[in-house]
């Protein structure tokens, strides 16, 4: 089955500097790849997603880039501010004609964004 | 407004009991699923349904049930035979097209179960 290695477990950045998490899979078939946020107490919110015929795709502040060949895909923060403090999932899944469905998740990185 | 409405937040469970979260959605989603999050994990899935009556296995369905009688409604229940039930439980649920297209799973907030 899939595997997705996440890296690193903890980060922390000054407020107004960037900030880059990266992931890696195993399943070559693997073609979609979303992002999660989570908040303390809350579940996971989706904030970018990518699918693997693009290799890269923005949202203001937020960016992912994705690798296919390596089969390692990131998620980029710019100008991080102290609401981006949260833990941040990647995921990596088959798309099909009914939509991806079993999505494996990284091991998250805990974002703290120093004032 | 439309989303996933898990309930209890917290629940607590006494060994040998059977406990049973609930997981409703207004999305008109086809797909349901359930995972379990523990710390420094990342989220492991349980059970999914594609549609009605009908769900699958995930990674780590031992000591686990669920059922989908209804389209809005993916229950589940933690039986006596998960021998280590303490966890984050959340479920999500995801469109359908009638395309080759790729549809985000949304989640609810969680049920937060420990035992006594």
């Known amino acids: 089955g899939e595997n997705v290695e996440q890296h690193p477990s903890t980060l922390s950045v000054q407020e107004g500097d960037s900030a880059v998490i990266k992931c890696t899979y195993s399943?070559?078939?693997?073609?979609?790849f979303p992002w999660y946020k989570q908040e303390l107490g809350k579940g996971p919110q989706l904030i970018i997603d990518i699918r693997s015929n693009v290799g890269e795709k923005k949202d203001q502040r937020i960016a992912v880039t994705l690798n296919k060949t390596a089969k390692h895909f990131s998620l980029h923060i710019t100008e991080t501010q102290p609401e981006d403090s949260a833990v941040y999932f990647c995921a990596a899944s088959r798309g099909s004609n009914f939509g991806n469905e079993k999505l494996t998740f990284g091991t998250g990185t805990r974002l703290t964004i120093i004032p | 407004d439309g989303g996933i409405t898990q309930s209890p937040k917290y629940l607590f469970r006494k060994e040998g009991q059977n406990v049973t979260l609930s997981c409703e959605q207004n999305?008109?989603?086809?797909?349901m699923y359930w995972y379990r999050q523990d710390p420094g994990q990342g989220l492991r899935l349980i059970y999914y349904s594609q549609i009605v009556n009908d769900f699958q296995k995930g990674d780590i369905a031992e000591g686990y049930s669920v059922s989908r009688e209804k389209k809005e409604s993916f229950p589940l229940t933690v039986t006596s035979a998960q021998k280590n039930p303490t966890a984050f439980y959340l479920c999500?649920?995801?469109?359908?097209?009638?395309?080759?297209?790729?549809?985000?799973?949304?989640f609810g907030d969680g049920t937060r179960l420990s035992i006594l």
């Open positions: 999305l008109n989603h086809d797909a």
């Open positions: 399943d070559s078939a693997s073609n979609y």
């Open positions: 999500a649920s995801s469109g359908r097209t009638g395309s080759f297209a790729y549809q985000p799973q949304h």
